[in-house]
């Protein structure tokens, strides 16, 4: 096997949308502990307050925009990862797929439950 690491790294943007979603990750994260944490009375919500804060429109896109920034920066780190063991060309197609695959339905799966606890 060669060694993936005398090889010259391939140009990909994968690493700027990394960058993008780890400062979005700092902006909402922060917005989330403030919301959840430092205005809620106790600094804590029972399930009927998250219901309510979730039904107003401008903290649901919020939210929602977490979970997507946590997946996409999540699943583009785990991609660095295993693509720095010098795998083909195939597989690192094969691994994209996966991991896009995995993305959808993590997100979906909590868009689902977002929408089954609103209504």
């Not at 502990?33 to 029972?46: D, E, S």
């Amino acid at each position: 096997m060669e060694n993936p690491f005398t090889e010259e790294p391939k140009a990909t943007s994968a690493w700027l949308w990394q960058v993008f979603t780890g400062v979005g990750l700092v902006i909402l994260l922060g917005l989330h502990f403030v919301a959840n944490h430092f205005i809620a009375k106790g600094g804590l919500r029972n399930f009927a307050d998250v219901v309510a804060y979730l039904r107003n429109p401008i903290i649901l896109v919020l939210e929602l925009l977490f979970l997507v920034f946590v997946t996409t920066h999540a699943l583009l780190g785990v991609r660095a990862i295993l693509l720095d063991l010098g795998f083909s060309e195939r597989t690192e197609n094969r691994l994209n797929r996966v991991l896009s695959g995995v993305g959808v339905l993590t997100v979906s799966y909590g868009l689902w439950l977002t929408w089954i606890v609103i209504h």
